[in-house]
């Protein structure tokens, strides 16, 4: 599959904000980390991206919604990680967070993205632990991707004469 062209005229003035919640920070963060180096190697610098850890993901929403009234970022990712701990609240707490995600794009034009994960089984053992630290790898870099696309898109839709 080809790589789509993310390259942003005056990517050096836009601004990110990536959330994440820390509860399994040890997993969650290396999606963090990998969206933040795919955004430098599209030519997004470091401090062009601001990072907020919150308690967890059900507190993202709220995060989000503050950051995007700013007026300060062009897009906002959110990274967490919601396990089922065999009850109901996982399904609760996922629905809470993309519907209010969504909403939060929907009502400020900013773009909010997800690496919100709800993996159906999840157990904290030697083998789950190095799938999902080695999969939030791979979902921060799809993430970081769905950003910058959403962002150039935006932009020609915003501004037609320049696409």
């Not at 995600?101 to 089984?121: C, E, W």
């Not at 080695?134 to 037609?160: D, N, Q, Y």
């Amino acid at each position: 599959m080809n790589q789509p062209d993310f390259s942003l005229p005056n990517s050096g003035r836009m601004r990110f904000g990536i959330i994440s919640a820390a509860w399994h920070s040890d997993i969650v963060h290396r999606g963090r980390d990998a969206a933040l180096a795919e955004l430098e190697r599209n030519g997004i610098a470091r401090d062009r991206v601001d990072l907020f850890d919150v308690p967890g993901a059900f507190e993202i929403p709220l995060c989000a919604k503050m950051l995007a009234r700013t007026r300060r970022y062009d897009a906002i990712i959110a990274i967490g990680l919601i396990v089922n701990g065999g009850i109901y609240r996982h399904e609760f707490v996922s629905t809470a967070v993309i519907d209010g995600l969504m909403r939060i794009q929907l009502d400020t034009d900013v773009p909010v993205l997800s690496a919100v994960l709800t993996p159906r089984d999840f157990h904290e053992h030697e083998e789950h632990l190095r799938f999902f630290s080695e999969h939030f790898v791979k979902k921060g870099i799809e993430v970081a991707r769905a950003c910058l696309g959403t962002v150039a898109l935006h932009r020609k839709m915003e501004s037609p004469a320049a696409a």
